[in-house]
Every structure is written in C-alpha cells, then in structure tokens.
C-alpha cells in the first residue's frame, strides 16, 4: 500500500494547480460577485484538457482516470467551488451519463462538443422530487416514434447556458425504479423553457434554473440508456458523482487552511503572531488532520471505482466526510480570521458559503447516511 502520487499524477496535478493559479485564482471573487458563470474560460479550460477528463481522446478527452478527475477538481475547488461544482456536474452526470449509456452515435454527435466548450445540464430533481428523486412526475408520452416530454425540473445546473440536456421522465406508467428514462434535449427545442437564474448562498457563478418541458418532442433516438433503466444509471452515476463531489469539499477545505495558515503568520495580536497563540495553532492542527483524512477517503474511493469495484458505501462515506468536514473547516477559518474573515472581500467567506452545497447535491448527508447504514445492515 502506497499513500504516495505517482510522479505521473503529481505532475498531472501540479498542472492543473498552475491554471487554477493562473486562470481561476485571480478571477473567482468577481465571477462570484456578478452571479454569471464565465464562458470565457471554457475555450480555456478545453485547451487545458479540462473538459474531457475522463472521457476518452476518441472523442477529444484525455482518456484519464476517475483519481485525475479528483485531483483536478481539488485544485480547482481550492480558488473557486463554482468552477468546480460546473466541472464536476459536467464530468460526472452529464459527459458521464453519455459515456455510461450512449449509443455511439450519441457519443459521437455530443461528446466531441462537450470537450470543446460546449455546456451540457442534467436534469433529475423537481419541486416536490429532492432526496425522493424516484417519485419525479414529469412524464415522456409516446406516440408513435416520437416523445413529449411535460413537466418541470428544478435546480438544473447550469441550465441557463446549456447547449444539451439530459432530462429524466417517468416512461413506465405507476413503476418508479423501473420505469424512468433519460433522453437528450437539445436547446432551443420547442416547449423548452429556462426559467431565471435562482439566487443561491454559494456557489453563485454557477447558473442554476428551473427547466419548463412543455410537449417538448424528441425522437426516438433521443432515448438516452434502455427504457426504463434512467433510473439504474443514474444511481449509478452518483457513485462517481459522490467522490468528485468530495474532491470538491476537499479543494474548498485545502482553501480554507492555506488562507488561515497565511492569515495566522501574518497577523498579530497581544505582541505576536496569532498562530502563536494555543487556540490557533490547535484550530489549525484539526483543520489540517480532518483535511488529509477527507482527502484519503475520496482518494480511495476514487482509486476503488477507477479500479473497476464499484464501492457505493465508501463512496458516500468519503462524500460524507469531506463535505462535512470541510464545512467545519471552513467554519474555523473564518474564525482564524476574525472580523475580516467576515467581509465579501475575504476568500474564506466566500468557501464558507460554497461548501454548504457539497452538504446537499449530490444526495444531502442524511441520504449519505441512509446508504451507509443500510449498506452495513446488508452484512
Ligand atoms: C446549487 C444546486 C445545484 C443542483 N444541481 C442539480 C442538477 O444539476 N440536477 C439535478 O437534478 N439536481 C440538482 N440539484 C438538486 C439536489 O440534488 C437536491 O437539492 C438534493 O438532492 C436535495 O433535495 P431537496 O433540495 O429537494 O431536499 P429534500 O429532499 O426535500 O430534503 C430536505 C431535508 O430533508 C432531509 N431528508 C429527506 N429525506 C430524508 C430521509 N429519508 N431521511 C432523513 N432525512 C431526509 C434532507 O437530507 C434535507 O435535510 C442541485 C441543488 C442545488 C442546491
């Protein structure tokens, strides 16, 4: 057992450490502030291989494994928790979904757009269908070789710029496991309708909107995955999509204790540096070892599904963890902080309120535990 990068992956992820410097790190506060996502650095993060991670050079990707995909997150995640939610939903349900259940011709038409800057959005939950997504009601009724789509979706991220929707829809009349199916919706199809933008806490240069489905047709060759089977992939989507959430917490976590480690050297109260005093050292010490422990976690889990052993269980505990401790992590640092840990201006106010959503997408820590705990009692 090694708990060790290679040399390929470290230099992988000084990589990404260095665009995330360059490119994310002086930008993320005003992407913030303006609440719009910036697409001018999607043709930027294309170039850098950003955009197809996982998603094999036939199609334009870097044809790399799950563990980089982790890795890439944390290093984004740590200047800005909005570029990396967009980058993970765009890897993991929406490039991932077409991997898992594309038909080559899906593949070929929307993954070569997808690693080349084009947006893509998947849509599950609705209004009254959050933890409970099996009991959606938005409906595909069909009619001879063409489906329309009714219904209406909720917290469709990045739905305002999306070029490709994946939507889900009830197709198998009561059943609700084994009767929801995922199709492609192109935008601008007829009866599509983008609603505004919601105001979020965190997390705000994503743009994350209601989607209206209003008779939208598609063709049979829209059908995304077997009839009936939407709801199998998209469980199994979240495996994956659990860990780079986490990886995500633990960029924002990694954020939070370089800032206060800077914060706590630099500032000086009662004669000397803060860091000097016990309380902060010790603050500092548990930021530090719940970070590492969160990072081996998804590291594992990471390592575990890439590997071919698809480990739901420590997928949610490492989701789990990491969410939950880089929300006390960030807590922390705004407290190491003090007064100025509390101004817009301060990047740790900022990860305090982008960490939050890692506690809810992706299956909220109560639905982790769930999991957990039935996973346990299976034996
Ligand atoms: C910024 C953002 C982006 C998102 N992006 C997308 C997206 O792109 N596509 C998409 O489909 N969805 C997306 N979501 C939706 C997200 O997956 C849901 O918000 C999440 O699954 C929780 O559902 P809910 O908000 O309806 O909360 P609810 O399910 O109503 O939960 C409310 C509370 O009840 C708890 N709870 C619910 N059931 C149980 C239970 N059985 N036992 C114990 N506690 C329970 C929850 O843990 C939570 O604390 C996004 C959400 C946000 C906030």
Redesign the pocket.
Known sequence: MDFTLSSEQSAYRDKVRSFARKHVAPLAARWDEEETFPREILPLLGDAGLLGVTVPRAWGGQGLDLFHLVLAIEEIARYDGSLALALA?HHSIVCGHLLLSGTEAQKDSWLPRLTGGAVG?????EGQA???ASSIKTEARSTEAVWSLWGSKM???QAPLADIFIVLAMTGGGARHNGISAFLVEAGAAGLRIGKPLH?MG?RATE?APVGLHGVEVGSEALLGELNGGFRDAMRLLDVGRVVMGAMAVGLARGCLEEATSFARKRRQFGRPIGQHQAIGWMLADMATETDAARLLVHRAAAGIGQGRVKTREAAMAKLFAAETASRVANKAVQVHGGYGYLRSSPVERYLRDVK?CE?????S??QR?VIGRDILKG
């Open positions: 939903a959005a998947w849509a599950l939950a959050g933890s409970d917290f469709v991220t979020k997390c994350t959503l809810i997408g992706e299956g909220t109560e639905v769930l």
